[in-house]
């Protein structure tokens, strides 16, 4: 038992070291902008960046609308499922699975062959078409993980009880998602949101190739160009990782528990 | 045979609540289903099959094989090669280190705020890809990085003297590893917490000694999840194309990165090759993954 711990700990400290040492060389890189010394002008360059500051605007638009329109797609469908249509559960899950194996620069491919300016639904025709099939495109690569999270969070409330208990007292369908269901599994829906929100925030390829002026495409074009400001941008787009990654963690442990699954 | 159907009428009609009646049932059924259902085939189904069709066709939009055969360049047959090696050795390399941390963090002893602390880092870290990953470890190995200044100035070894570049395959391989780990002590440690302490225990009064007991309980019982996992990193790492794309320009030529530049700049002169070239990606994730649902079912047995 001894030599098993001496080998978890030697593990443990390899894996510490592979993965803080890159985080370590980004912030010391970060702060070598001034000859000499340790300082934050990379920081103070890149927030002071007006482009930083439209391109990052931008794309937490973007994120916002990708989770609205990700939770009024998936809220309903999952919540049918569990209700009345069991039998499409292996359908649905294969589709939500679809994202993990069609490359995201395969779909915004496709969109872009589909949806061009002389086809039937020309999204790419106006600057507001475009933008919304950003949106789009972020929604199906949010797709697993915000399906995951609101089947995860349904599966912990009795949804056939408390739709039946709503029904009596004579509520339609629209109050039964809005003001009983929704509320009932805000938590997982909030964590989906901020997985998607880390997702969407930095995602390149498809604001690439739409050429649409997102954080992800800014982010490159840095990196292409200067030599401090990307290890600061670095550090700040883990800090916003993190910062999802807890608050998803500080929202789980307000959520509910159900009985049959303690852990 | 009438009394019957008689019966089994008057029992639906009585236990059927007030919503499932007949006239509500058509426009209410399938409503709730209907705007992820027509998303899906809008947004998802339809483009990649546009694509998939659109392989098989020429110019003039007859059913072909040319664009298939066509990949068979040695450019593309090239890309594909370099992308299916850093796929694969950054899935092999991810799965095992994630393994042995997993199993280090679950089995060894360590203390609790190890495994929490541990757990929390992979979710964060399986996460942070794309462009920012790449100026990370730009600032850690690139020519003036971080661990490459301090192995040359205290251990007196100049690493690019050595041929490494970060703008190489393993340099690429040892970037995407930074997710692939994480995302495989994601996915395994639920699968080894679902070991259960009684088989360990029942090995033992069996008189098993830990290397039986690990040769044959723990591995034959982990073996499916953690092959379907190392298939997921694969298509993980298969279909990504920021991180390369920051941190090697196109210096070096993956699938991905060849796909980017033909819908950008045509620059196989073929529009229909560009169709080929998504397919064969959507060909090689695809098969993966029919490998990691068959492997997941068989490892569902054991973690109920």
């Known amino acids: 038992m001894k030599s098993g711990k001496f080998w978890a700990w030697l593990v443990f400290a390899l894996g510490a070291a592979y993965f803080f040492i890159p985080l370590i060389a980004t912030v010391e890189f970060s702060m070598r902008m001034r000859r000499g010394e340790y300082s934050f002008d990379a920081y103070k360059v890149v927030l002071g960046d007006a482009r930083f500051q439209a391109t990052f605007g931008y794309s937490v638009l973007a994120a916002v609308f990708t989770i609205i329109l990700g939770v009024l797609i998936v809220v309903p469908a999952a919540y049918w499922i569990r209700l009345r249509l069991p039998q499409l559960r292996p359908i649905v899950e294969f589709i939500t699975l679809l994202p993990l194996v069609i490359p995201a620069i395969v779909i915004v491919f496709g969109y872009i062959r589909m949806y061009g300016s002389n086809s039937p639904l020309p999204f790419l025709a106006t600057d507001t078409g475009t933008n919304a099939l950003l949106v789009i495109g972020y929604a199906t690569l949010a797709l697993p993980y915000m399906y995951r999270a609101v089947d995860t969070g349904l599966r912990t409330i009795d949804v056939r009880t408390l739709t039946e208990a709503a029904q009596i007292l004579g509520a339609g369908w629209g109050t039964i998602i809005t003001r009983v269901i929704l509320p009932n599994v805000l938590i997982a829906v909030l964590s989906g949101a901020f997985l998607t929100f880390a997702i969407v925030i930095g995602e390149f390829t498809m604001a690439s190739l739409l050429n649409r002026p997102a954080f992800g495409p800014y982010l490159q074009n840095i990196g292409a160009n200067r030599a401090y400001e990307p290890a600061a941008l670095a550090i700040i787009a883990f800090a916003i990782t993190w910062g999802c990654m807890s608050l998803i963690q500080i929202l789980s442990r307000f959520a509910p528990r159900s009985a049959n699954r303690p852990n | ?304």
Do not use: C
């Open chain 2, 1 to 304: 045979m009438t009394d019957i159907s008689m019966s089994d009428h008057a029992v639906t009609g009585k236990t059927a609540p007030p919503a499932e009646a007949r006239s509500m049932r058509l426009p209410t059924q399938w409503l709730g289903v209907a705007p992820f259902f027509i998303f899906a085939i809008m947004f998802l189904i339809l483009p990649t099959l546009y694509l998939m069709l659109g392989a098989f066709q020429n110019e003039a939009g007859e059913f072909t094989f040319e664009n298939i055969a066509a990949l068979a360049q040695p450019s593309i047959i090239a890309a594909y090669w370099i992308s299916i090696k850093v796929s694969l050795a950054s899935s092999l390399i991810g799965a095992f280190a994630g393994l042995a941390i997993a199993i280090a963090i679950v089995r060894g002893g360590l203390p609790e705020w190890i495994r929490s602390a541990t757990l929390t880092f992979s979710g964060v870290a399986s996460n942070f890809a794309g462009v920012p990953l790449a100026f990370a470890f730009l600032a850690t190995l690139g020519r003036l990085g971080l661990a490459t200044v301090i192995l040359n100035t205290l251990f007196g070894l100049n690493i690019y003297a050595h041929g490494f570049n970060i703008l190489s395959f393993w340099g690429l391989t040892l970037t995407y590893v930074y997710f692939q780990i994480p995302l495989m002590v994601v996915i395994i440690v639920p699968a080894i917490d679902g070991l259960k302490k009684e088989w360990g225990e029942a090995a033992a009064t069996l008189g098993a000694t830990m290397a039986q007991y690990w040769r044959m309980v723990v591995i034959p019982v982990i073996w499916p999840s953690f092959l379907g996992t190392v298939i997921l990193l694969f298509a993980n790492a298969f279909g990504a194309i920021a991180t390369a794309y920051a941190l090697t320009g196109s210096s070096l030529n993956i699938v991905p990165i060849l796909l980017y530049a033909q819908i950008r700049g045509d620059v196989l002169h073929n529009a229909h090759l560009g169709y080929a070239i998504a397919f064969g990606m959507i060909f090689i994730t695809g098969l993966a993954n029919v490998f990691y649902i068959w492997f997941r079912t068989r490892s569902e047995r054991w973690l109920k």
